[in-house]
Each structure stands twice: as structure tokens, then as C-alpha cells.
């Protein structure tokens, strides 16, 4: 059953949402389940009840605003917009994870105004906001806090308290660290199994009573087993986390290894085009499967010619290896005359055979460092 809004703020509370993505939409949905009367702005329109044509007329509506824009620009570019518009009766609470820099700035705009700002970052996906179970982290002055609480408990299950603005921000990219690297260190666990030719299903039986299970996990290994990429916290936020990670990394002298293998497997996915799905997409890397319908078991006579091909390539190769009177006539096997030699196996060989990149690269890494 779920909580009635509260008392200390009547029902006639306007409520302003700005960004519509996964969890502010999920967010305005529930606040107007809660009875608040719930207006919405984002920069591409959308056809839902109450939105607005303007930041400035949200303001005009609305005492408390909540930011859900997705990075550093997008919301030091919506509180300068607002900002005309501030007084001291509005309460700006911005919901973005972005480098405490940018928070600490977009502050000091609402603030100018005479308006209260509250940093309110949070940890919860899709189904988290639906239910207003999001956990917020929290930094600003003790009276901003106090103003923003209410609005803040309805749509969360508990609010951290952190310090002030923009520590907030590094306790959550920090967390974001931790459940970045549990999904990609899952990806490459989960190949291991199956390259060991061991049942997933197993991997995660065990996983469920390790010590290092985590809610991250349950959540996310039965949708990876079954491929479900459905986004819940994309690869593109991901990714833009671990950079800001990075960067007070490289601001503080730090190492940060495993966050670096993460951001890099993150930033593959983008290239794939695969940065709107869910970031445990990481997976894709590491277990193949074929679509149905594409791919087809090669004929034995087509699997045939193919072992028939690399064993032609390793003959010749080796035959130059090892040829005493090549070497002596000071013919070197260089490596450009190698790729030309593989280029003209990928010329004859089916454009779909799955000749072994490894082979050929064995081959080659040989005779560029001359062994035999």
C-alpha cells in the first residue's frame, strides 16, 4: 500500500519534473499515483499529461523542481535557463550524476537567485523509481535538506545524508565504480564457465550463496544468461560515469585499474552501437550466440576446404621457416609479405567461413619475432 503524500505538504504541492528518461518518467508517474500534481518539461516533447512549453513556465507553476537531465551540460544548461525565472521560494533538486565540479557550479546558479539547491543523486533503476523506492544521496545546507525531505521521501526508501554540495557526487560515482566492475568481472566469470564447458546456470547457483553476491547481481545474471538488454541504467550513463571516475583519478594521481577495464569494455559497446541497452550489454563480448535463422552449420565439403586452406597456409609458411637455402639466400619473411599471403587466403576462402584468426595470428607473431 503506498504512502499517502505527506501531511506537512497538502496535495495541492506542484511538483516539477525536467527529463523524461527512464527514471524521470518513472518518477513523475509516481508522484502523481501519490495524488501530487505533477508538471513536466524535456527538450523533446512529449505527449504525456501536464507538459509544459518552457522551463520558465515550469518554474512559474512549480516550488520544487527535480532535474533527472542525463550529464554535466545538460544540467548546468537547464538550471541557467530556470535561473531567470528562481526565487526564494523555489527548492531545485538535481538528480544528475555529473562531476562534483559541475554540481558545485549549477549551486551557485540557483543560489544567486536567492532559491534553495539541494543535490540529491540516487541509486535505484527502472523498477526503483517506478515503485518510489529510489535511496538518494544528499548534500546541501541543513535548511534546504529540511525543505527538500518531504518531496524527497516520496519517491525514496531512504535518503543518506553525505555533506555538501558535490560530495554527494563522488560517494556516487564511487558506488557506480563497484557495480561497474561486479558486472563486467560477472561478464568474464560467466565466460570462463561456459568456455570450460560447465552450465551457466551453475555459475550463478554458486554465486547465489558466495560472499560476493550482491543486489547487482541477482538482478542482473538472470537477465544476462537470458541476453535481456533491456535498459535499466544504459551503457552510454555508464560510461559517462566511469569517465568522470577517470578524470578525478587522474586529478588525484590515482591508478584505477579496474575502472579503467570497465570504462573500456563499456566504450566497445558504445562502438557497437549498443549504448542504449542495459550496461551489463558488457556480456555481448564474451558469450556468442547466433541469431536464429542466420547461421547454418558449414556443409562437410565447405569444412573440409577450410582445414584444407590453413593447413596450405601453415605448409607454406613453414616451409619459408625453415628452408635453409632461403635463409641463406638472406630472404627475410617479413611481415607486410605474411599479411599478403593471409590477404589472399581471405580472397579465396567463403566470405562466411570462420576461419581461426588465432591460427593465423600465431602464425604471424612466429615469424615476426623469428622463431621457428
Known amino acids: 500500500m503506498e504512502r499517502h503524500a505527506p501531511a506537512s505538504y497538502p496535495k495541492h504541492t506542484n511538483i516539477g519534473i525536467v527529463g523524461l528518461g527512464i527514471i524521470g518518467c518513472g518518477i513523475a508517474a509516481h508522484l502523481r499515483r501519490k495524488c501530487f500534481p505533477v508538471f513536466v518539461w524535456n527538450r523533446s516533447p512529449r505527449p504525456v499529461p501536464n507538459f509544459v512549453g518552457s522551463l520558465g513556465e515550469l518554474a512559474g507553476l ?43 557550479a549549477a549551486a551557485e546558479t540557483v543560489e544567486r537567485r536567492g532559491a534553495r539547491f539541494v543535490e540529491a543523486c540516487f541509486t535505484g533503476s527502472k523498477g526503483a523509481a517506478e515503485k518510489g523506492e529510489l535511496i538518494y544521496y544528499v548534500g546541501g545546507t541543513d535548511h534546504a535538506l529540511r525543505q527538500a525531505r518531504p518531496i524527497l521521501e516520496a519517491s525514496s526508501k531512504e535518503i543518506v545524508q553525505i555533506g555538501a554540495v558535490g560530495q554527494a557526487s563522488v560517494i556516487k560515482i564511487a558506488t557506480n565504480m563497484v557495480t561497474a566492475a561486479s558486472v563486467q568481472a560477472a561478464a568474464e566469470a560467466l565466460a570462463l564457465v561456459q568456455g570450460q564447458g560447465l552450465p551457466l546456470e551453475k555459475f550463478v547457483e554458486a554465486m547465489r550463496v558466495n560472499a560476493s553476491y550482491s543486489g547487482t547481481l541477482a538482478m542482473k545474471l538472470p537477465k544476462m544468461l537470458s541476453r535481456d538488454f533491456e535498459p535499466h541504467f544504459s551503457v552510454k550513463h555508464m560510461l559517462k560515469d566511469m569517465q568522470i571516475a577517470t578524470q578525478l583519478a587522474l586529478a588525484n594521481y590515482l591508478d584505477l585499474g579496474v575502472t579503467a577495464a570497465a570504462r573500456d569494455q563499456l566504450g566497445e559497446q558504445m562502438q557497437w552501437g549498443h549504448g542504449e541497452q542495459d550496461y551489463s550489454a558488457v556480456l555481448r563480448k564474451y558469450l556468442y550466440e547466433p541469431a536464429p535463422g542466420f547461421y547454418e552449420e558449414p556443409q562437410m565439403s ?56 588465432g591460427f593465423l595470428r600465431q602464425l604471424l607473431s612466429r615469424f615476426s619475432s623469428g622463431q621457428e
Open 62 to 104: 512549480c516550488n520544487y523542481i527535480q532535474i533527472f537531465v542525463s550529464d554535466d551540460d545538460a544540467l548546468l544548461q537547464t538550471v541557467e535557463q530556470l535561473s531567470e525565472k528562481l526565487t526564494p521560494r523555489h527548492v531545485v533538486l538535481a538528480h544528475s550524476t555529473v562531476a562534483p565540479d559541475s554540481m558545485r
Open 302 to 357: 565447405e569444412a573440409q576446404k577450410i582445414i584444407g586452406t590453413e593447413e596450405a597456409v601453415a605448409g607454406s609458411a613453414e616451409a619459408v621457416a625453415e628452408n635453409p637455402q632461403v635463409q641463406e639466400a638472406g630472404v627475410e619473411v617479413s611481415q607486410e609479405s605474411f599479411l599478403g599471403l593471409t590477404a589472399t587466403v581471405s580472397a579465396t576462402t567463403p566470405a562466411d567461413a570462420p576461419v581461426r584468426r
